[in-house]
């Protein structure tokens, strides 16, 4: 499957998080409510949940599993406790299961379920971009669940397979690779290879990499995890000296040398025992993608793909003219093929034609992040590919009335509450205004808070080896030019072709190193410093000491500053009026004593 196709196609992979498998994450909301309350604020919030409660006439009280209700909107014991076992794993079981600690996530809960009222309120739920925002919810959740329910049950994990990943990941292995953009071309080189040409002499003509070509695609030592799949399965797989036929990878053909490999030893059952259960779930992790990978490939043939080609030629054009010009990367494609071409057929498959008003109204759920894998026309038409296969999968899942069941309407309902809250809280932020006297006050407090650090202009000279850098070092003491000495031998080209400039730098880009860069003085030269592998020179071509700013040249970090101190407050003002607004805001907290952790039963009072 190429990039376009996983780019565009579920995420159909795995989303950021790669956790989407283990089900949906729990969301605790306005987590400054989890910091430890006053006694008196807690006491003074149960007495008043107390009240609320008995003065309720409202049908739910006498619904025990019932904690909250919100409006229209009910927060049960099962709710809570989903959420609440999160939030302790999320903190390690840092806070000991109190009463108080329980009472702030529910706390926390009920101004979660405020605030998505007021978005509610405030028309987000119904508006164009609250219902595009729906519809992708709702594409992203059916691809999913499909890749739960459908590709994920033919997942099987085999006791082998784990044994087998426990002594890989014990395993370094060093190889060096050739690598070619086309099949063609890739078995142009492994024959060269079997007719006795060197990987040394190959890399030459195929690597532009420096690094690359003069170690003869020397990739050094890796394990799991640590390249592409395709590439590492077949790695592992050779023996020491062994040349593999041209493998398939993201980015074109490599054919692998494998040049040793260190296995560590003593691995013993115990130890393969105790990481059984992380073995299985990065295999199974695996095995996932690679499932989806598979069918991806297989449904793209299926779908016998055929594009016009002037039409997809003129689109992409558009495209790029277009690209960083709208006031929206998302809505681009949408905006793109004006008087009357978006009629033009674009695509044909076996179900159907596209025109190009088709393909875009498909494109308006993709997103910046999948229009930036697109650099070429080739990768256009992946892109448009990856669409179709996008709608093949997405008409499967509803025939097999995925989009019905209670798991999808669960994991929709819960991604579109964070929608709202998350709208919301922008919103909100947007409207707080910093008084000009709170900003002046803050900063008369302080200037110093706001001072500009010190900067310094350097120029560099990065090398692989200490043979070099010993040439250089003798170079500099004869008073060679250290600007021509990096153009010369410097091995970072975007600096080197500036002399070795780097520009001005704080302390922070410097990290451990920043006390002895800091220390040169203008025309001072140090080195070679021994960092991250390279042997390092520098020389200090200017400093400027660090400054307090005026309040109007401060303003931006003071009104930074100013929101964060005072988001709290202003947030729990609104929280409080919104509260105030409403008729149908009651909490059950003694019903929290009641509730099990360890089973899905609940005490009874």
């Known amino acids: 499957m190429s990039k376009l196709h996983k780019a565009i196609i579920p995420r159909m992979e795995l989303p ?28 003074f919030s149960f007495i008043l949940s107390i009240a609320l409660a008995s003065c309720s006439n409202d049908r739910s009280t006498t619904d025990e599993n019932t904690l909250a209700v919100v409006g229209n909107r009910v927060i049960t014991k099962d709710d809570f406790v989903k959420r609440y076992k999160y939030w302790r794993t999320k903190t390690g079981h840092g806070f000991p299961d109190t009463y108080e600690f329980r009472w702030q996530v529910l706390d926390s809960y009920v101004d979660e379920q405020l605030l998505i009222l007021e978005a509610e309120r405030r028309g987000y739920d119904d508006d164009s971009e609250g219902q595009h925002e729906r519809q992708r919810i709702e594409i992203q959740e059916l691809l999913n669940i499909f890749n739960r329910n459908v590709l994920a049950s033919h997942v099987e994990i085999s006791d082998e397979e784990l044994k087998q990943l426990f002594v890989r990941l014990n395993t370094k292995i060093k190889a060096r690779h050739l690598y070619a953009p086309t099949q063609a071309q890739a078995d142009s080189l492994y024959i060269s290879l079997k007719n006795g040409a060197s990987f040394e002499k190959l890399a030459k003509s195929v690597f532009e990499d420096p690094k690359l070509r003069d170690t003869g695609g020397l990739l050094g030592y890796f394990t799991v995890d640590e390249m592409e799949p395709g590439f590492e399965e077949a790695a592992f797989e050779l023996e020491i000296g062994e040349v593999s036929e041209p493998v398939r990878t993201k980015h074109g053909y490599s054919i692998i040398r494998v040049d040793d490999r260190i296995t560590k030893p003593l691995l013993t059952e115990t130890e393969y025992a105790k990481h059984k259960h992380k073995l299985y779930d990065y295999w199974r992790r695996r095995k996932l993608k690679k499932a989806i990978q598979d069918f991806s490939d297989s449904a793209s043939r299926r779908l016998n793909i055929k594009f016009n080609e002037p039409t997809v030629t003129e689109l992409f054009e558009q495209f790029e003219k277009s690209q960083g010009k709208t006031a929206s990367d998302e809505t681009m494609i949408a905006t793109l093929a004006d008087n009357g071409f978006s009629k033009n057929e674009l695509v044909h498959s076996k179900f159907g034609t ?81 008084p000009e006297d709170s900003l002046r006050s803050h900063y008369n407090e302080d200037p110093t808070r706001f001072a500009f650090p010190p900067k310094i202009n350097l120029r560099e000279i990065v090398l692989r080896n200490r043979e070099t850098a010993d040439l250089v070092q003798m170079e500099l003491k004869d008073g060679e030019s250290f600007a021509e000495l990096a153009r010369t031998y410097s091995v970072r080209k975007w600096t080197a072709e500036k002399g070795g400039e780097l520009g001005y730098l704080a302390p922070r880009d410097f990290g451990r190193w920043s006390q002895k860069v800091f220390s040169l003085e203008v025309g001072e030269q140090t080195g070679p410093l021994l960092i991250d592998s390279m042997f390092v020179f520098l020389e200090c071509i200017a400093k400027v000491q660090s400054k307090i700013p005026s309040f109007e040249a401060a303003r931006p970090q003071v009104e930074e500053a100013v929101r964060f101190v005072a988001w709290e407050d202003y947030l729990n003002s609104k929280i409080t009026a919104i509260r105030n607004s409403l008729d149908n805001v009651i909490v059950y907290p003694r019903r929290l004593k009641t509730i099990r952790l360890n089973g899905a039963k609940h005490e009874k009072n």
């Not at 498998?21 to 306005?30: D, K, M, S, T």
Request: glycine share 2%.
């Open 354 to 434: 596209w025109t190009v008003k088709t393909f875009q109204e498909k494109a308006r759920f993709t997103s910046a992040r999948q229009h930036k894998w697109i650099h070429t026309k080739n990768d256009f038409k992946e892109f448009i590919s990856g669409l179709l296969i996008r709608d093949q999968i997405l008409q499967k899942a509803r025939v097999n009335n995925l989009h019905k069941q209670a798991e999808y309407l669960q994991i929709v309902n819960e991604k579109w509450n964070d929608y709202l809250y998350d709208r919301i809280i922008a919103s909100l932020r947007d409207e707080m205004v910093v």
């Open 16 to 43: 950021v998080s790669e956790t989407w498998f283990l089900g949906e994450r729990p969301r605790v909301i306005a987590c400054h409510k989890l910091e430890p309350k006053c006694p008196l604020l807690l006491l």
